[in-house]
Structures are given as C-alpha cells and as structure tokens.
C-alpha cells in the first residue's frame, strides 16, 4: 500500500509497480499527452462513483444543528467548482445532489434546478438571518486526511473564511476518522465520500436514514418526517420518480449534506495493460483485464 501520490508515480517511473489505480490529478498529469511519462505508459480515464461529500453536524451537538439559514449559508458560501478545480484540477463533474448524476435514479430536472451554487451575498445574507454569532463560531472540518480532501477541506476553510467564519481542519487516520465520523460531538463539517453501484437509494437509504449510526443519519440527524420519507422512497412498492424527488428535495431544502463533485479516476499502467476491467464498486480487476507479452 502506497498512500502518497507521488511515490506512486515514483513507483511506475522505476518499475517497482505495475498499475495504478485513482492516481491524483496532479500526478496523473505526467501520463498525458505532452507530459513526460505519455509514451511509456498507458493512462485510462473513468468517472469515480464516489462522491466527494460535505455533511453538515444537524445534532444539538454542534452549532449548525440549530439554524437551517445557518447551514445554508455555508452551503452558499462555498464555489463547488473551485473546489474541484483546486482539488482536482478541474477533472470531474459537479453535483447536482447527494450522489453522482450518472446513477440510474438520478432526475435530469434537477441539472435545472439550483444547488445552492455560489453566492456570497446570499450566504452573508443567510449568516445575518440566522442570528448567529458567527464571530463566537470556530467549526471543526474533520478529514481522513487524504491528500484530496485535505485539499478540498483548505479551499472550504478559504471560503468560510471569506464570508466571516472561522474554522480548524482536524485530519484523522482512517481508524479515528471511521469512529469520529459517527459521534455527534466531534465535527461540525465532515468531508467523506460516499458512492453506490447502481442507483442512488442504495446510498440514501443507509446515509439518510436514522438507523445509520447510533446519533441518527450520517448528519447526526433524528427526524421522523425524513425517516418517513426515506422509507417511502425506498419501499419496492413505493418507489417512484415522485417518492425519489421529495425526499431529494428535503434534504436539499435543509442544507444536511452537499455532494461536491466525483472526480475522474486515472489509471496509469505499463504498456503491458492494453484495457482495464472494473467492477460496480468500481474497483479495478486486473485479473479481468487485458495483457499482451512480447516474448
């Protein structure tokens, strides 16, 4: 397991590796066409499924859990474009909801509809309506402290910054930030990143639900009304377009989680990989993918 990026390249560049799955974006740089690395390898490019998500602390735990203007103020205060241009180089889509728009339940209506897309004024406006103290405000953004979403958690401190709130970036080991991430009294913001093979109920169901950890949703959240919705909207029986887009709609009206972007994942292999093979996750599979040998 090699977690920094650049030892990865590293890696390909002296033959130690093979095949590299999701390298960064600035890294994967060197394998495209005019970098030094494009003719020595191969480079194959997939939109991730997992999407780089903001929730937002809903608990009376955190100072975001008793304003919804609060919380929609930092949601405006945010440019999800920058942040994907300063995380991502600027490769990938962003978000129209909690989840990727290439899953099978998402709603072209809502590439129509505003997803809380930046706007300063606005979030000031919200900051003043909610009647916080927002220079008492220092909010925890909490990361596993992956190289990417330390970046994203910096460009949103940025922006939080910009706008009158002050911040810390906690970043966590994966063991920490797994047992943190379900504790209401431990972050305010929380970047994770969240995705599902086929359709985006198979996501919603468990992070919107109150089951999903002992404080409630994955936003710390104990609400029947979001409950009754969710179960609506993912009973066999119930499910429809219009059951999908009210429970949508509800969470977006109360600012509990953002998707951000999913950023392309570049793969880099030896010219010995002529195609790569993912599954549903999508995790790569080397063994399903194609090899020639030139003995």
């Known amino acids: 397991v090699i977690k920094e990026a650049s030892q990865l390249s590293i890696g390909l560049e002296t033959g130690t590796i093979d095949m590299v799955y999701n390298l960064s974006s600035t890294e994967a740089g ?15 490019t997939s939109l991730n499924n997992l999407t780089q998500t903001m929730f937002l602390n809903s608990s009376s735990k955190s100072p975001l859990g008793a304003s919804k203007e609060l919380r929609q103020a930092i949601l405006y205060a945010i440019d999800a474009e920058a942040v994907m241009a300063g995380a991502s180089s600027g490769y990938g889509v962003v978000c129209k909801t909690f989840g990727s728009d290439a899953l099978g339940d998402f709603q072209d209506q809502w590439h129509n509809e505003p997803y809380y897309e930046y706007d300063d004024a606005k979030a000031r406006e919200l900051l003043k309506a909610s009647g916080v103290d927002v220079s008492s405000l220092n909010l925890r953004i909490v990361t596993n402290g992956t190289s990417m979403r330390n970046r994203i958690a910096q460009i949103v401190q940025g922006y939080l910054l910009a706008v009158g709130i002050k ?7 994966d063991t920490l930030f797994n047992t943190y991430k379900n504790e209401n009294d431990q972050w305010d913001l929380l970047l994770d990143n969240c995705g599902t093979s086929d359709l985006l109920m198979g996501m919603w169901r468990t992070k919107l639900s109150v089951n999903c950890c002992s404080n409630g949703t994955a936003f710390m959240l104990q609400s029947d009304e979001l409950e009754k919705l969710l179960q609506t909207a993912a009973n066999v029986d119930t499910n429809s377009p219009e059951t999908v887009n009210a ?39 080397p063994s399903a993918s194609t090899f020639v040998w030139n003995n």
Request: aromatic share 20%.
């Open 30 to 44: 060197r394998y495209m066409q005019g970098g030094a690395n494009y003719d020595k390898f191969n480079m194959f």
């Open 167 to 173: 911040s810390e970036i906690l970043a966590y080991d």
């Open 247 to 285: 429970l949508h709609q509800y969470v977006k009206d109360g600012a509990y989680v953002y998707g951000l972007y999913n950023n392309l994942a570049f793969t880099v292999t030896t010219q010995v990989c002529t195609n790569v093979a993912f599954n549903s996750t999508p995790w790569m599979l």
